[in-house]
């Protein structure tokens, strides 16, 4: 009885964190005002611990006989059907996370049949860590054992595209994203990034968004403009971009230095003599998104190869409706910290974990979410930040 009782409570206090979590993960998907955002992520951090301390004052001070009555009906407290109702509430969310939990095992299980990834290189910048961290807090932050704020693993995945024209096969992109320029890390750690981003020689780059943190650092897209790329280096922003007193001037920043503002615009490039669309979507944060109504499919010999860079991964579903080929998205970091078999816990998505990081195949549209470079947290486990070549294949 005692066992069962504890397999209950543990089942239930494992539902509990699942519904704090999720809240949690929705509101960072919300174009909501920043205060109130703090505001309910403070309320989730506090009723995450409270409740169960609440919880257990109130069990201990019931009377071991509490289920049973010797003469006539037992009279529960409103408080015991308060308990009751949020447990069984509780135990339902776990149900529920445990089957999304599978869903998100199938996803990967599906994508999986349409990339390869390769490890390319990994760049342990531990050692540099007083020239690359100057804030104390991320200084201290990066003394945690097993922190991988400063491993940057550079890989290559190669993509298997249902409709991807043969003139294509071989193209490369190089994805980065959430660079998060705050002031934490030192402009130099930016520069070693950017250096590997160039290394790799893609034929093109983008960049998904939350690139800049603070005001202070818009000097520092001096540093972006380093980024080369034989067909363009594009950007969207995101929602931190929103934070800042002046995201118009991150923009400008940004396109000043030579970069290509792709922030809710489309074009038609011509690359290896085929058409190639390229989008951008800053929902919800920065509207509107691209107006895809307006491309013909008229005007095109061929069907045009889709591309869209979006900053969260929640606008799949628009990428799916606009008949979007291939969609590269961050926002979600990874999740940053990720458990062995469960996976990340946290990620600011109204999915909440499904798209935390890696590839996702929903028809007709290929998805990759960047674990991006950095973050505001300076915290990540089993989560390394990273740069990827995507390199274009047509899958037979
Ligand atoms: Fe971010």
């Known amino acids: 009885m005692y066992a069962l009782m504890a397999v209950l409570m543990l089942v239930a206090g494992i539902g509990h964190l699942a519904i704090w979590t999720r809240l949690h993960c929705s509101i960072h998907s919300l174009p909501f005002p920043q205060r109130l955002i703090d ?3 403070y309320t989730t951090y506090l009723m995450s611990v409270l409740i169960p301390v609440l919880f257990f004052v109130w069990w201990i001070q019931q009377p071991l006989n509490w289920r049973t009555s010797e003469s006539g009906p037992i009279h529960y407290s409103t408080l ?25 095992q199938r996803d990967a299980q599906i994508a999986a049949d349409y990339f390869q990834e390769r490890q390319l290189g990994s760049f342990n910048f531990d050692p540099m860590a007083p020239e690359l961290l100057t804030s104390t ?19 290559r995945k190669e993509l298997y595209l249902p409709r991807l024209p043969g003139e294509l096969d071989g193209f490369t992109i190089t994805h980065i994203s959430d660079l998060h320029l705050k002031g934490h890390m030192a402009e130099e750690f930016y520069r070693k990034v950017i250096a590997q981003a160039n290394d790799l020689g893609s034929e093109m780059i983008v960049i ?14 001096r540093t972006l403009a380093k980024l080369s790329a034989e067909c363009g280096v594009y950007f969207v922003i995101g929602n931190h971009e929103l934070r800042l007193n002046d995201p118009a001037m991150a923009r400008k920043v940004l396109v000043e230095e030579g970069l290509i503002d792709l922030g809710g615009t489309q074009m038609t490039l011509t690359i290896r003599g085929y058409p190639v669309v390229l989008a951008g979507n800053e929902l919800p944060w920065f509207p509107p998104a691209a107006d895809m109504s307006t491309l013909n499919a008229s005007q095109f010999d ?8 979006a900053h969260t991964p929640d606008q ?19 999740g940053q910290i990720r ?6 816990l946290v990620s600011p998505s109204i999915y909440g974990t499904r798209y935390a990081g890696g590839m996702y195949y929903q028809p007709p549209t290929l998805l990759h979410v960047s674990r991006g470079v950095s973050g505001t ?15 274009l294949r047509t899958r037979s």
């Open 39 to 41: 505001i309910v992520e």
């Open 80 to 104: 015991y059907y308060v308990w009751y109702y949020y447990t069984s509430a509780c135990v339902v969310a776990f149900i529920a996370a445990s089957l999304l939990w599978l869903l998100y």
């Open 137 to 155: 807090s991320t200084r201290l932050a990066s003394m945690i054992p097993g922190n991988e704020i400063l491993q940057l693993i550079v890989d």
């Open 208 to 221: 998904a968004g939350d690139i800049f943190d603070r005001d202070k650092c818009f000097p520092w897209a």
């Open 302 to 309: 061929q069907p045009p190869f889709k591309i869209l860079v």
């Open 316 to 334: 799949i579903g628009w990428a799916r409706g606009n008949d979007f080929d291939l969609m590269l998205a961050g926002h979600n970091h990874g």
């Open 339 to 344: 458990l062995p078999v469960i996976g990340p």
């Open 377 to 391: 947290n300076p915290l990540r486990w089993n989560c390394k930040p990273e740069i990827t070549q995507l390199v």
